[in-house]
């Protein structure tokens, strides 16, 4: 309604805040988040009251204690006038999402430090062949920095010759995206760094 009390949830509504319908039905939406989530909730109502349609994501915390991280969409109903007469509201449960979000940072934290620690010449580039990583022994044989060699094409920074005819090398990433497979350098297979 206009001062942001619940009128009606729906079924999966009520199973998910974890409260009968009779608890939550006149209370006020901003209520039901805890503190921290309060004050944005209570900007999204402000919002949606002025005509808005708005969104915000917060931890919710269910009466049995378990947390909820929801994805919460305000729709403005407007009143025969046009004026807001109240908001429906759409929440998605994206706890797993956000968990597997923060396992994903932490996975890739891990390989970052990996690949950047190995003692051997270590270039990443992404599915275009464009550069991402260079660790610091890269760095070194080509004499360039990952700074300056981040989003270039790996033969931009990667240029390798055959060492007696001095003949441009294939790029190994575009063998290796074409062919789905491993593959290595030639025998005689040199890397003229920057400064030649």
Same mark, same amino acid.
């Not at 999966?12 to 608890?23: K, Q, R, Y």
């Not at 992404?126 to 044989?141: F, P, Y």
């Given at each position: #309604? *206009?001062? +942001? ?9 009520? /199973? ?5 319908? $009779? !608890? ?54 407007? #009143? *025969?006038? +046009? ?9 998605? /449960? ?5 968990? $597997? !979000? ?54 931009e920074v990667f240029n390798i010759v055959h060492e007696v005819t001095g003949e441009k ?25 920057a400064d030649g």
């Amino acid at each position: #309604d *206009r001062e +942001g009390r619940l009128e009606s949830i729906n079924r999966s509504g009520l /199973d998910g805040l974890g409260f009968p319908e $009779a !608890e939550l039905t006149s209370k006020r939406f901003v209520a039901l988040w805890p503190k921290p989530a309060r004050a944005i909730a209570g900007n999204a109502v402000a919002l949606v009251m002025e005509g808005e349609r708005c969104s915000f994501e917060a931890d919710y915390i269910r009466p049995d204690g378990r947390s909820i991280t929801y994805y919460v969409v305000l729709n403005p109903i407007t #009143d *025969r006038k +046009g004026g807001t007469a109240g908001f429906a509201g759409i929440w998605t /449960d994206v706890t797993d999402i956000r968990h $597997a !979000e923060g396992m994903l940072a932490i996975e890739k934290e891990r390989l970052s430090v990996t690949l950047r620690s190995i003692c051997d010449g270590v270039i990443a580039t992404d599915t275009h062949g464009n550069i991402t990583l260079l660790n610091s022994v890269a760095e070194q044989l080509t004499g360039q920095s990952e700074a300056e060699s981040k989003g270039k094409p790996l033969d931009e920074v990667f240029n390798i010759v055959h060492e007696v005819t001095g003949e441009k090398a294939p790029n190994p990433v575009e063998q290796v995206l074409k062919a789905g497979d491993t593959v290595e350098l030639a025998n005689h297979t040199a890397l003229i760094s920057a400064d030649g």
